[in-house]
């Protein structure tokens, strides 16, 4: 503020150039020694993701009984898990795309490994589906509309079909976006390798990238057009996911509120994982100069304003249920504040209500160790929502006869965490092997670009 | 460091004459309707208030998102949302002849009809006459006073920017931004929801919500596009900002399907006896094709229109969609609240315009525009202080070259 007339927050360290960047970034993944505390990382997640080998093998051997599901919850951590990934992939579709298209420059730097959190929380939110029919090999007759000699068909009104569409929609697109934006840096990691091996492989990955004026000009309109497809599907998708439920007649998933609160908390979850990511990334990497404060600030706020809309479809649920008149509505609410899963409804609001009022206050907002515990406060908080949702609407429904109880077993559990472990041995992987921050996005915002544009 | 006078467009003294007389030639037949059929009358007095007043609410909105958010497209229209959100306080006052037609208006407040029926007895603890206007009292006081504060610190940024007002602005209007979401919500469940007090709908307040801005949206690019023709709005406004405009009503247009689709989506799904009759009621005869109107004019036409980059960059056409738009927020509303207005929601009442609707719309329109003219005639109309507004008034000019 005192040194230049431009008022615009800084969103990249001082003294940086062309070559600095590109030296910064390209190191991460040329170095030739690895560092030892990525071995570490990668250990204990290359642990969790055996775990997840385990189960899902002893899930195709014995069947979905070896979890907690029973009559009238047959529907619990698949579900609950499922919708906890796709949610978290949201944050990086919404900074790749939706921030492109409104100019926010500050995601320049997040947006790469952003994305890739997009594509792994897909993986292994997509999982879940396919796991929980049991036997997933005939599973393909249960989502794909296929003529089969059977005559059997989906039903085309069911929103989990819908699913099957928006997802595989959602991970396609993501995936182009992604690869589409890495080829000019893979054509630099191609161009500065030494190892003639590595030159080769990231030179595959180029696809005959040089940088001319025409590819850039192709580029640049590609990748407007997938920002644009992406858009939509921001919101689409935890829209059809919301439709899991709202569709349903049962008291507790039946509301009109739901598309837009479930899209709130999608990139509210997602913006959270993103700060899980970043804070302890640029620690261990020294990328402050990248990742700045003023990006987690940024990201506080699009925290706080999404936890407001979350905490606004939760008061109207609890309103509305009291309002309705229904029976059965006003029970549900009761039975979620005061039943036998209460305690996870106050926890939720603690976690998702409570916690990030902290962002109000440019203090907290700026303090990364805060961020940090605020955004792992908001991955169980909508670990939980997702929790109350499902378990406490289903557990007592209509009659009382059919009532019942859910626990998770061991095997929900680790099937859980070895999805935790898939996706962070992925992104292990992803931030040793391609740079995890934009290279030529980053060039475009040290002041050396800043030529005469100033111009409009 | 003299804020040089900045003169008043014309048109603006225009609107609050014409909007006076206008207002008060309709405003006057509506007086008369009271004499013919008194229940008609709080019905169209209901349906003529609430769309001004959703005006008023929507750019009070804007007022505290742009202190928020910046950008030129609130910035340059920052005076007039101002101006329209310090309607606020008589609004509240036009409200008192509701009050006195509660009994028309709402089944609720009959005595006689909550005793004899189970449901409405179960909410009387929300639904009662004292807590109905203490509530009212409570959002008027809320907006009003947002209205007030927001429009005075901003209006004493003129004579220099004092960062602490700047903060404490944007304070008020994080905090303020979630206040008028919450009020806005309930006064729609109010006003407007439990005018059929048997049904329900978490939906309806982002409804509401999103109705107003996009209402206000409309007006204010209605409003730029007129004055753009006079100093010194014709500097001020940029196709760029015009674009950004354009863009904000495309989401906005959008943004509506999104939620009023979403709502009929889950209710068709559901098929449930507490929830179709609302579009059942609305989807059968003359409600029917107002449906269809609402389903190809307030979102196939303007949607497919707004796509245009060129439309969206210049501000006549632009203002052609947005006065469509504010049309059709008209006919939305009517769809929302008229079928209730008639049945008391209470089985099924045929499509029936009054003239006493019309009378009561454009009154009150013409009654807001004088009210919201007179109300930007006491400032200067843009915030020159700051100074990606004041690059734009000076910049052709090239009267004196800001630097600090």
Known sequence: ?456 | MSTPTMPTPPSLGRLQRNGLAFGAVFLLGLAVGFFLDRHQFFRSYLFGWLFWLGIAVGCLGLAMLNQLTGGLWGLVPRRFHEAAARTLPTMAVLFVPVLLGLGSLYVWSRPEVVAADEIIRSKTAYLNVPFFVARAALYFAVWSGLALLVSRWSTQQDGGIDPARAGRLRGVSGVGLVALSGTTTFAAIDWGMSLAPHWFSTMYGVLFIVGWTLSALSFTIVLMARLSRESPMSEALQPGTVHDLGKLLLAFTMLWAYVNFSQFLIVWSGNISEETPFYVQRMHGGWGVIAVVLLLFHFALPFALLLSRPLKRHARSLAIVAGLMLVMQLVDLYWLIGPDLLTQGRGHAPLRFHWMDLASALGFGGLWLFLFARQVRTRPVLPLAEPAVRALVDGPQGAEVVTS
């Not at chain 1, 057009?225 to 689409?236: D, E």
Request: glycine residues 8%; aromatic residues 18%.
């Open chain 1, 1 to 456: 503020m005192a040194s230049a007339p431009h008022t615009e927050p800084r969103i990249i360290g001082p003294g940086h150039t062309f070559a600095t960047v590109t030296d910064k970034i390209a190191s991460l993944v040329l170095q030739k020694k690895t560092p030892l505390g990525w071995f570490v990382g990668f250990a204990v997640a290359f642990g969790l993701l055996q775990l997840l080998l385990v189960s899902v093998a002893l899930l195709l051997a014995r069947g979905v009984g070896i979890w907690g599901l029973n009559i009238p919850v047959g529907w619990a951590f698949a579900i609950i898990n499922f919708v906890w990934w796709i949610g978290i992939g949201h944050a990086g579709t919404l900074i790749s795309a939706i921030l492109l298209l409104l100019r926010q420059q500050w995601r320049t730097s997040i947006n790469r490994f952003a994305e890739a959190m997009t594509l792994f929380a897909v993986a292994c939110a997509g999982l879940f589906p396919i796991i929980h029919m049991g036997r997933p090999w005939v599973g393909a007759y249960w989502l794909l509309p296929y003529p089969n000699t059977m005559g059997i068909w989906p039903n085309f009104r069911s929103p989990l079909i819908w699913d099957v569409f928006a997802v595989s929609t959602y991970a396609t697109v993501s995936a182009l976006f992604w690869f589409v934006g890495l080829i000019p840096d893979l054509a630099t990691l191609r161009d500065r390798a030494t190892n003639k091996f590595v030159k080769i492989l990231y030179g595959m990955g180029a696809m005959g990238w040089r940088g001319s004026a025409r590819h850039w000009n192709n580029y640049e309109m590609a990748y407007l057009i997938l920002a644009g497809l992406s858009t939509p599907l921001v919101v689409s998708v935890h829209t059809v996911v919301s439709f899991d439920f709202a569709v349903a007649n049962l008291p507790g998933w039946h509301a009109t509120i739901f598309p837009p609160y479930f899209v709130a908390g999608a990139i509210y979850a997602g913006f959270a994982m993103v700060l899980t990511l970043a804070i302890p990334l640029r620690k261990f990497y020294g990328l402050e100069d990248f990742i700045t404060d003023k990006h987690l600030e940024n990201m506080g706020k699009v925290l706080l304003a999404t936890s407001l809309i979350v905490v606004y479809g939760y008061t109207m649920e609890a309103f509305m249920a009291w309002y309705s008149g229904s029976t059965f509505e006003r029970f549900m609410i009761w039975n979620r504040m005061f039943g036998s899963y209460g305690w996870t409804y106050w926890v939720l609001l603690f976690c998702n209500l409570l916690t990030p009022q902290l962002m109000w206050f440019k203090r907290f907002r700026t303090r990364a160790g805060w961020l940090f515990a605020v955004a792992m406060v908001v991955n169980v908080g909508m670990w939980l929502e997702r929790f109350v949702i499902v378990v406490t609407s289903l557990h007592r429904d209509f009659l009382p006869s059919s009532w019942g109880m859910y626990s998770p077993t061991f095997w929900d559990w680790a099937t859980f965490l070895g999805t935790i472990g898939l996706f962070l041995t992925l992104f292990f992987l992803f931030i040793r092997f391609l740079p995890a921050i934009s290279i030529f996005e980053m060039r475009t915002i040290v002041p050396e670009a800043r030529l005469e544009e100033e111009r409009t």
